[in-house]
């Protein structure tokens, strides 16, 4: 950063800079005449670690780094464009400006001093109004970012948790909930049923379909439980075509009657091939477990799987307790 002279001898307007183009005060005009003006070669930083300093861009473009303390930089990074400043929250928190700046073209720069930009906020009339409203402007665009960033961050989250090929909730969504279920049902003295799923004679239907067919009939069953089960309950893919239902504050009884509604609407489904041509139904075997003193999320998740199984010995289709 090399000094090339002061404002007044340059062949810059006041005109030329946003936040003073209203000050034509000549108490500002005069202060800023004595400012200096510094060239930044393209690439090199405005270095800047102790003092809080206002800089206003004449010629060229800089590139701010996001405001944080220095080594936390989050990927942020704002072009300052002639007539543009930047340093204004560090000149008013009177605080080194921690923003990492540099020159992303050869560029001249005006400097102004936090004690002078003080004075001519005390001074002047317009100074302090261009600065509320860049202020608000930044503000503004600085809540957008974070509402962004935030919509951006639930989609992730969402999809972290969500199987891609049939939309129900995966494994990780398992096991980061069915525990606080499981402890909440506990300590309310609530009930809470699982159903676990498994597809019949699975593999022959892919073997003779083909692997997409097996997948659309993947989406159809999981479609079923979609649509048979209560917006409180959650429905999981818990494994290749094993699916689990999770369901609060239900008993046996009423899990039982669940299982038969899925069971049945399962075995109606209709799977269709990619020419739209129905193809054979399917059917599932369901192994059914109650929460009972003494189990935990994994005795019951074992306890559904045992079902499951006497289901799948008693020749699928069906439905065990
Ligand atoms: N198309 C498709 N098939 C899958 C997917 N995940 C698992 N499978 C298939 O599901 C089949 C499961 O086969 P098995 O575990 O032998 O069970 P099954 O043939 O259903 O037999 P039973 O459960 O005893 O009735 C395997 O062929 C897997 O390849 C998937 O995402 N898409």
């Given at each position: 950063?090399?000094t090339i002279?002061?404002?007044?001898?340059?062949?810059?307007?006041?005109?030329?800079?946003?936040?003073f183009?209203?000050?034509d005060?000549p108490?500002v005009?005069?202060?800023?005449?004595?400012?200096e003006?510094?060239?930044?070669?393209?690439g090199?930083r405005?270095?800047?670690p102790?003092?809080?300093?206002?800089?206003i861009?004449?010629s060229?473009?800089?590139?701010?780094?996001?405001?944080v303390?220095?080594?936390?930089?989050?990927?942020?990074?704002t072009?300052?464009h002639?007539?543009?400043?930047?340093?204004?929250?560090?000149?008013?928190?009177?605080s080194?400006?921690l923003s990492?700046?540099?020159?992303?073209?050869?560029?001249?720069l005006?400097?102004?001093e936090?004690?002078?930009?003080?004075?001519?906020?005390d001074?002047?009339?317009?100074?302090?109004?261009a600065?509320l409203?860049?202020?608000?402007?930044?503000?503004?665009?600085?809540n957008?970012?974070?509402?962004?960033?935030?919509?951006?961050?639930?989609?992730?989250?969402?999809?972290s948790?969500?199987?891609?090929?049939?939309?129900?909730?995966?494994?990780?969504?398992?096991n980061?909930?069915?525990?606080?279920?499981v402890?909440?049902?506990?300590q309310?003295g609530?009930?809470?049923?699982?159903?676990?799923?498994?597809?019949?004679?699975?593999?022959?239907?892919?073997d003779t379909?083909g692997?997409?067919?097996g997948d659309t009939?993947?989406?159809?069953?999981?479609?079923?439980?979609?649509?048979?089960?209560r917006?409180t309950?959650?429905?999981?893919?818990?494994?290749?075509?094993?699916?689990?239902?999770?369901?609060?504050?239900?008993?046996?009884?009423?899990?039982?009657?669940?299982?038969?509604?899925l069971?049945?609407?399962?075995r109606?489904?209709?799977?269709?091939d990619?020419?739209?041509?129905?193809?054979?139904h399917?059917?599932?075997?369901?192994?059914?477990?109650?929460?009972?003193?003494?189990l935990?999320?994994?005795?019951?998740l074992?306890?559904?799987?045992?079902?499951?199984?006497?289901?799948?010995?008693?020749?699928?289709?069906t439905i065990?307790?």
């Amino acid at each position: 950063m090399e000094t090339i002279g002061t404002f007044g001898a340059s062949r810059y307007s006041i005109r030329d800079l946003q936040l003073f183009c209203e000050s034509d005060e000549p108490a500002v005009l005069d202060a800023l005449a004595g400012c200096e003006v510094v060239r930044v070669a393209k690439g090199c930083r405005v270095e800047d670690p102790f003092l809080a300093r206002l800089y206003i861009v004449l010629s060229g473009a800089l590139a701010v780094e996001s405001d944080v303390p220095v080594g936390i930089h989050d990927g942020t990074v704002t072009l300052i464009h002639p007539g543009e400043s930047v340093g204004e929250q560090a000149v008013l928190d009177e605080s080194p400006n921690l923003s990492r700046i540099s020159a992303v073209e050869d560029s001249e720069l005006l400097v102004i001093e936090h004690e002078l930009v003080w004075r001519l906020i005390d001074e002047s009339v317009a100074l302090p109004r261009a600065l509320l409203r860049l202020l608000s402007f930044r503000v503004r665009a600085a809540n957008a970012l974070l509402r962004r960033r935030q919509r951006l961050g639930e989609f992730y989250r969402e999809l972290s948790l969500n199987d891609p090929l049939t939309g129900l909730y995966n494994r990780a969504w398992l096991n980061e909930m069915l525990g606080k279920l499981v402890a909440r049902a506990c300590q309310d003295g609530r009930p809470l049923s699982l159903v676990m799923i498994d597809l019949d004679h699975f593999k022959k239907f892919n073997d003779t379909h083909g692997h997409l067919a097996g997948d659309t009939a993947l989406c159809t069953a999981a479609n079923v439980l979609r649509a048979a089960l209560r917006p409180t309950d959650f429905a999981v893919r818990y494994g290749g075509e094993e699916m689990l239902v999770v369901l609060p504050e239900t008993g046996g009884k009423v899990a039982l009657s669940v299982a038969e509604r899925l069971c049945r609407r399962l075995r109606a489904a209709v799977v269709f091939d990619d020419m739209r041509l129905p193809l054979p139904h399917i059917t599932g075997s369901f192994g059914i477990a109650t929460l009972a003193p003494g189990l935990d999320e994994n005795t019951l998740l074992e306890a559904a799987d045992a079902a499951l199984y006497r289901a799948k010995q008693a020749g699928r289709d069906t439905i065990s307790l």
